[in-house]
Structure formats: C-alpha cells, structure tokens
C-alpha cells in the first residue's frame, strides 16, 4: 500500500473530529470528537515513520506519547463533565459560562 490512502484516511477522520468538536453541544460528543483528531494524528505519524526514506519507530513512539496524554485529558475532560453536571444537571456546551462564581 502507499501512503496516501493513510493520509486520506486521517484527514477524514480529522475532518469529522473537527466538525463535531465544533458543532456540536453535548459535552461527551466535543471529547469524542477531539479524541478522534488526536486518532487521526495517531495514524498520520505512524504511516510517516513507516514510510520515510529511513523506515524507523520514532512515530510509533510519538504516537504511544500522543495516546497517553489522550487518556489524561479524557480523565481530567470526564472530571469536568462530572462536576458540572452534577452542579447544572446538564451537559450543553451552551451552559458552560453559567460555571463562573
């Protein structure tokens, strides 16, 4: 295979992280969206690193750094979402500025 169906293959599913990261209104679609960008980076710098002139594993380890720091911002974005539901009963992107004190 060559590289272009896997870099049509991340814009796609950056495009559709995009669209919903800014979109839409619930607050577990946004992290949803934004985790599916941070895929999409996942699979852009492993094909890169797979077919430079230099085959080597740098991407594939950028990408094990890009996943874990996936897994802290979906921990810190799921304690959020926890407590302002749990102050507000909801879960709009619009109700986010009622946050304020």
């Known amino acids: 295979m060559a590289l272009q169906p896997f870099l049509a293959l991340g ?10 990261a800014l979109t839409k209104r619930n607050l577990i679609i946004v992290l949803i969206s934004i985790e ?3 895929n999409a980076a996942n699979i852009n710098l492993v094909a890169f690193s797979h077919f430079a002139l230099k085959p080597n594993i740098d991407g594939q380890v ?3 750094f890009n996943i874990a720091i996936a897994a802290a911002e979906v921990a810190v974005g ?3 979402l926890l407590s302002f539901f749990r102050a507000r009963s909801s879960s709009d ?3 986010v500025n009622l946050m304020k004190w």
Not at 11 to 20: D, R, V
């Open 62 to 64: 950028y990408a094990l």
């Open 78 to 80: 799921l304690a959020i």
């Open 36 to 38: 599916m960008m941070l």
């Open 11 to 20: 814009a796609i599913l950056f495009g559709i992280g995009l669209f919903g």
């Open 93 to 95: 992107v619009r109700d």
